[in-house]
């Protein structure tokens, strides 16, 4: 993991907080609403998914490490297939992280730096694994959406998964008492649509007058 001396310059030129929150807990929709706001989003998501890339150098590592058997057809990376291992292993798991995230983190300096050249209030890094990293410790505010355990199991199941696969998920991240000891802002999300926007409004505006 490069260190925060790295970003100083960044940092310091630019308003960047981090955005979190466990599997299913509604932190994309969080983040699209924050988007409407004018706010700038770097995804972590989108960036892995960017680092393994078919020719990538991200691509043949995980391949080394687990196998042409978690590759498609098409020559990209099986996602669903590898998570479904990596979950069920914290060595695997930990293997692919130690791969990714370097690269992640080179991916994340470029597009922060093409962000400053926007036109935004803020922006924010949307990154699920933001505490498990320590990225947090990056910024100013930390921003977590929270959902319980029970909504996030039963959006799970919606999405296909099964009990077996939801709860290895969920074990396999950090827990929401210990997310929420580190955030400095907290937004509820229980399926109350309208409630989530009031919060995310209320948040932005407490963000904004960091911003000053």
Do not use: W
């Not at 960017?50 to 043949?60: I, Q």
């Not at 990376?77 to 690269?103: A, C, M, T, W, Y």
């Not at 100013?140 to 919606?158: D, Y």
């Not at 937004?187 to 911003?211: G, K």
């Amino acid at each position: 993991m490069q260190s925060r001396k790295l970003y100083g310059n960044l940092l310091e030129t630019m308003k960047i907080f981090g955005l979190t929150g466990g599997i299913c807990s509604g932190k994309s929709r969080t983040s699209k609403l924050f988007s409407a706001l004018r706010v700038g989003i770097i995804d972590a998501d989108q960036l892995a998914r960017d680092v393994v890339t078919p020719g990538s150098k991200g691509l043949e590592s995980v391949i080394s490490r687990f196998g042409a058997e978690y590759l498609l057809e098409d020559g990209t990376l099986n996602r669903p297939k590898l998570g479904d291992r990596v979950f069920k292993n914290q060595k695997d798991l930990s293997d692919l992280n130690e791969i990714l995230h370097p690269l992640i983190e080179e991916a994340y300096q470029h597009h922060a730096e093409i962000m400053e050249q926007g036109d935004y209030s803020y922006c924010l890094y949307d990154c699920p694994l933001l505490f498990e990293l320590g990225l947090h410790t990056r910024y100013k505010a930390s921003v977590l959406v929270a959902a319980s355990r029970e909504l996030q199991t039963e959006r799970l199941l919606k999405r296909g998964h099964t009990i077996d696969q939801a709860e290895a998920r969920l074990g396999a991240q950090m827990d929401l008492e210990s997310r929420t000891a580190l955030a400095t802002h907290i937004i509820l999300n229980d399926n109350d649509s309208q409630a989530l926007e009031i919060r995310v409004i209320n948040t932005h505006r407490q963000l904004l007058d960091l911003c000053s």
